[in-house]
């Protein structure tokens, strides 16, 4: 455990002296908000090596509470052909990124939004995949939040309930056996609501 520490400040330490501007310093400071950031993409495939990032939503919680009046979004303008595909799973067209930002000013924007925050997500791992290609190019880094994944929550609470360990770690299952509505328009908002009710869900209790 004692080395794990170690290996995991290193890098951190690491990280902070990639920072090509200090104005993002403050990702790096500690947090002291009490708040959680959790966020989705809608981005033009599943490859983090070349797809594009088309849409960032992004909510906060407070003392188990959402704060509704303090969502984020952004949409991002791309340099490559919106697949019919695509178009199909997260409904963005072409005419939806007339007025997008630029990813330069979308990415600074989402950064400042999270600040220190810890980042909670469902399949964070892309997501944030996504964000680090982007801010390696900018600032030289990568996001140093901690990062929380609902779906190993949720495994490790079913787990025990399921000993053959074959769990369903589908985003519908997980938000079906959570009791939680359905919001139906597949966005990067609406996905991040989602998990946040998801996320107080599973953790009711642990976080007081």
């Known amino acids: 455990m004692k080395m794990f520490g170690f290996i995991s400040k290193f890098k951190a330490n690491a990280n902070r002296k ?49 704060l509704t009046s303090q ?10 052909e919106i697949s019919s595909t695509s178009i199909k799973i997260h409904g963005i067209r072409p005419v939806d990124l007339k007025n997008a930002k630029t990813t330069k000013e979308g990415i600074e924007e989402f950064l400042h939004f999270i600040g220190a925050r810890p980042l909670v997500g469902y399949y964070l791992e892309f997501d944030v995949g996504m964000i680090n290609r ?40 997980i938000l079906k056996n959570c009791a939680v509505p359905n919001m139906g328009v597949h966005n990067a908002v609406n996905d991040a609501i989602m998990t946040a009710m998801i996320y107080l869900k599973l953790t009711k209790g642990i976080n007081k």
């Not at 310093?25 to 797809?51: C, I, N, P, R």
């Not at 939040?145 to 985003?171: A, C, H, W």
């Open 71 to 80: 969502t984020f979004e952004v949409f991002l303008q791309n340099s490559k």
């Open 18 to 66: 990639r920072l090509k501007d200090e104005k993002f310093a403050f990702l790096f400071d500690a947090d002291t908000s009490g708040e959680v950031v959790v966020f989705d993409t809608e981005t033009t495939g599943l490859d983090v090596s070349k797809d594009e990032i088309l849409s960032i939503g992004a909510v906060k919680i407070k003392e188990n509470k959402i």
């Open 134 to 173: 982007y801010t390696k190019e900018m600032l030289g880094i990568t996001l140093p939040n901690q990062m929380i994944e609902v779906s190993e929550i949720y495994f490790d609470k079913t787990i025990s309930l399921i000993p053959q360990g074959n769990i369903d770690l589908r985003f519908d299952t």
